[in-house]
Nanobody, 127 residues
Framework: QVQLAESGGGLVQAGGSLRLSCAAS????????MGWFRQVPGKAREFVVA??????NTYYVDSVKGRFTISRDKNTVYLQMNSVKPEDTAVYYC??????????????????????WGQGTQVAVSS
């Protein structure tokens, strides 16, 4: 069993920055892929970015390229959000793919690819 806990959300002005963190309890955390998704009321959970088990490969949705950066260390995965926009407002969730099933973007972008999910952290961007 893996527990994931997001933190770092909050209220930020458009154009500002925020860094989200996701801490995992599993001993094998550093060896599996992680993703960030976001969700607003009335819409499906949306892929944002993923990072593979080694940290070498990253996969970004077009709408955040050049603004958001995913990174990881041995204990935590981060989402650095720069130049945020009102449309970035959402609950952000981190997720773990514990069997490293994905090799390409299309796989990383599916919610079904992930085995464990955090509770989410709210990001609100004001204009």
């Amino acid at each position: 069993q893996v527990q994931l806990a997001e933190s770092g959300g909050g209220l930020v002005q458009a154009g500002g920055s925020l860094r989200l963190s996701c801490a995992a309890s599993g001993r094998t955390f550093s060896s599996y892929a992680m993703g960030w998704f976001r969700q607003v009321p009335g819409k499906a959970r949306e892929f944002v970015v993923a990072i593979n088990w080694s940290g070498v490969n990253t996969y970004y949705v077009d709408s955040v390229k050049g603004r958001f950066t995913i990174s990881r260390d041995k204990n935590t995965v981060y989402l650095q959000m720069n130049s945020v926009k009102p449309e970035d407002t959402a609950v952000y969730y981190c997720a773990a793919d514990t069997i490293n099933r994905c090799l390409v973007y299309a796989c990383y972008g599916r919610t079904a690819a992930y085995d464990y999910w955090g509770q989410g952290t709210q990001v609100a961007v004001s204009s």
